[in-house]
Structures are given as structure tokens and as C-alpha cells.
T-cell receptor, first 111, second 116 residues
Framework: GDSVTQMEGPVTLSEEAFLTINCTYT??????LFWYVQYPGEGLQLLLK?????DKGSNKGFEATYRKETTSFHLEKGSVQVSDSAVYFC??????????FGSGTRLSIRP | GAGVSQSPSNKVTEKGKDVELRCDPI?????LYWYRQSLGQGLEFLIY????????KSGLPSDRFSAERTGGSVSTLTIQRTQQEDSAVYLC??????????????FGNGTRLTVT
């Protein structure tokens, strides 16, 4: 069945460091791909999305490119801030009409 | 406007009791999802409602779990004869359209269930 695999956390970085959180997927057809974020004490919210191959989703300085050839959707940010500390979830919309999430990656940024 | 509302926010129950968790989606959203988030785990899909179609129940972990959505709006997740392994945060999400994944999910703040 469809699935999402993302790098295990926690990830701890210093402020202004470069961030990559890896995400790969298995799916039939051509899924839409998402990154959701859960800030401390808040509900999950959509961070960015890409609906077809080679699309780049971006928001709040974060980017992810839909790579069909490597079935990946890695999340990147050039310079992280303390306020980026959160749990990040990679997700796909499957042909079965449901959204499947990865296990989440906890990110902590040191001042 | 109002977001997805879940109640109660916290529920402590004894093993073997039944519990009901409620979700009020955003008005007009046709798709409604239930997920479970256990400590240190990701989001586990439970059930999906889309309009008047038959729900996708493929994620329900056992026949002790059931859910309904009345009038295409409010949904109730029922867990019968609760077990300690049912302890988790139960999340509800809704979206404007279920198909295509173009509409983002809007999540509630969840119900934290503790089975003692």
C-alpha cells in the first residue's frame, strides 16, 4: 500500500543552520505531496504542497521539490530560526482518497 | 472563522468503559478524517468520510472502534471496551474537497484519551 518514510528525529540545529528533512514515498499513480507542521501547543497545519512532478512548494522560507524519479519530497530551509522548532510531517494524498502521514520529525533549534 | 472543534479536549477513562469523541468540522467541508497520534508515533489514519459516500474504515484498528457522521457535519468516534493501548491523542481534520488533495486539511486540537 501507499506509505511515507521520513527521517527520524529529533534533529537539533543551531540558529541560521541549513535544514534538510528527508522524505520518500511509495504510491500508485501520481500522489499529491505535503509537509504539515505542528508547533508546540498548536494543531497541525499545512506548511507547503506540490501536486505534480517537479513542482516546488514553498512557504515561510521552506521549500520542497516533488521528485518523481527518486520518489522524494525533502524539506529544506537555508537558515533556520528558533521559531521553526516544531514537529514536521511529510504526507501524501493517495489514490484511495485519504492522506497518509509519515511518523514526524521533531526539530529543535538552539539560539 | 471557526476552525475544527473537538470535544472533550481531555478524557480519562477506566479500562473497559466506552468513550465517545466528538468532532465539529468547518462548515461546508465535505471531507472529514480521524487520525490517532500515539506518544512518539506519527499520525495513524483511522477513518475517512466524504460527502454521502460510504466511509473508508480501513484504518480502524479493531471492531471496538466505530465512527459516524450525521447530516454530513458532526462526527462521533466511539471506542468500546477501552484498553490501555487506546491511550493517544485523537485528531479530527476536515477539508473542503476530499478528492485530489488540493484542499488542505484543517485539524482540530485533538482529544487526549488516557485509559487507566
Amino acid at each position: 500500500g501507499d506509505s511515507v518514510t521520513q527521517m527520524e528525529g529529533p534533529v537539533t540545529l543551531s540558529e541560521e543552520a541549513f535544514l534538510t528533512i528527508n522524505c520518500t514515498y511509495t504510491a500508485t499513480g501520481y500522489p499529491s505531496l505535503f509537509w504539515y507542521v505542528q508547533y508546540p501547543g498548536e494543531g497541525l497545519q499545512l506548511l507547503l504542497k506540490a501536486t505534480k512532478a517537479d513542482d516546488k512548494g514553498s512557504n515561510k522560507g521552506f521549500e520542497a521539490t516533488y521528485r518523481k524519479e527518486t520518489t522524494s519530497f525533502h524539506l529544506e530551509k537555508g537558515s533556520v530560526q528558533v521559531s521553526d522548532s516544531a514537529v514536521y510531517f511529510c504526507a501524501l494524498y493517495s489514490s484511495a482518497s485519504k492522506i497518509i502521514f509519515g511518523s514526524g520529525t521533531r526539530l529543535s533549534i538552539r539560539p | 472563522g471557526a476552525g475544527v472543534s473537538q470535544s472533550p479536549s481531555n478524557k480519562v477513562t477506566e479500562k473497559g468503559k466506552d468513550v465517545e469523541l466528538r468532532c465539529d468540522p468547518i462548515s461546508g467541508h465535505t471531507a472529514l478524517y480521524w487520525y490517532r497520534q500515539s506518544l512518539g508515533q506519527g499520525l495513524e489514519f483511522l477513518i475517512y468520510f466524504q460527502g454521502n459516500s460510504a466511509p473508508d474504515k480501513s484504518g480502524l484498528p479493531s471492531d471496538r472502534f466505530s465512527a459516524e457522521r450525521t447530516g454530513g457535519s458532526v462526527s462521533t468516534l466511539t471506542i468500546q471496551r477501552t484498553q490501555q493501548e487506546d491511550s493517544a491523542v485523537y485528531l479530527c481534520a476536515s477539508s473542503l474537497l476530499g478528492q485530489g488533495g488540493f484542499s488542505p486539511l484543517h485539524f482540530g486540537n485533538g482529544t487526549r484519551l488516557t485509559v487507566t
